[in-house]
DNA sequence: CTATCTGTTCTGAC
DNA sequence: TGTCAGAACAGATA
């Protein structure tokens, strides 16, 4: 979402802004208006828009957040051909916007929009100062975010050392604790560790150093399929005229309870709930 | 109709 | 300090 939104809007200025939810929408028309987006960038699930002066706009999607850009380009006020972004996908995508769900709405100088969109209303908006994330681990904002998977940091040393400080966790949570590792969610929880054919409720701490470095290549395996048929998949989500072909369909346990292991082991996909999760697993191959 | 589920995270009680 | 249930909220599905 962050990759396909900074290509849009970066070095835009926001000319105007519709609060249309204020409990979601925790910035003002101040804060935004006339103010151009020097860089958009991600820490954990956070969303972060640094504007030109020393602020930034943070949005965090929750459940059911959605950012959806568009630019019309003549073609009327029904133009889904022309938009990027993320989050949850339903029919929104292929409707005509603002909904009903529409939460904020930003106009940009070259006439392109952007909605932000939440059916439960979990997500937010806010504005920060931005010399106080500069620093180190992001500031007090972020200041008990883990490290980020796609990056040198995660390692098994860093994952046993954390496992025996929570030595009661079983493995999902584990990898769900977004002070351990950020960014990782349910859904690339339980396919990261059907990939390192790991079972969801072993303890974290009774992970062998051989699983920590399979199950790290499985977290970023499987989050870079996600931005692959997620992140910029939204595109053709709304070009294809079409509901499904998205990432939901390269998963391979995630909401697949009762279906053949894709593993071909003659297991079938369990569902199990842990730490409140809802939690998929092949019991046959996962060990 | 009821019950259960959800791509998240914070809080307060123990 | 770590763990757990419950809460915030709206809708889809069985």
């Known amino acids: 979402m962050v990759r396909g939104l900074r290509k849009k809007i970066e070095n835009r200025e926001i000319l105007s802004f519709d609060d249309r939810d204020k409990k979601v929408v925790q910035i003002t028309e101040k804060d935004v208006n006339n103010i151009r987006i020097e860089r958009v960038w991600r820490r954990a699930k956070n969303i972060i828009f640094d504007l030109e002066n020393d602020t930034a706009l943070i949005f965090h999607l929750k459940m059911t957040g959605q950012l959806i850009w568009e630019k019309c380009e003549g073609e009327g006020d029904f133009c889904l051909r022309n938009r990027r972004g993320g989050g949850h996908p339903d029919s929104a995508w292929l409707e005509k916007l603002p909904n009903k769900h529409t939460r904020a709405i930003f106009y940009f100088d070259d006439e392109s929009v952007l909605y932000f969109n939440d059916i439960r209303r979990f997500g937010w908006i806010k504005v920060i100062q931005r010399s106080k994330i500069k620093d180190q681990n992001y500031g007090p904002l972020f200041n008990n975010i883990g490290v980020e998977p796609l990056e040198g940091e995660l390692t098994p040393e860093y994952l046993a050392e954390m496992a025996e400080r929570f030595s009661n966790r079983k493995i999902k949570q584990f990898i769900m604790d977004q002070s351990i590792i950020a960014g990782v969610g349910n859904i690339y929880a339980d396919e990261s560790l059907y990939v390192a ?32 048929y997620g992140g910029s998949s939204s595109e053709n989500f709304v070009d294809a005229f079409g509901k499904q072909g998205e990432a939901h369909e390269h998963l391979l346990v995630y909401r697949r309870t009762g279906k053949k292991c894709p593993n071909n082991c003659g297991g079938v996909i369990e569902r199990t709930v842990i730490g409140g999760r809802g939690t998929h697993w092949c019991p046959k191959c996962q060990k």
């Open 197 to 228: 054919k790991i079972a969801p409720m072993r303890l974290a701490k009774d992970i062998k150093n051989s699983e920590w470095l399979k199950l790290i290549k499985s977290i970023r395996e499987v989050l870079e399929q996600g931005i692959k």
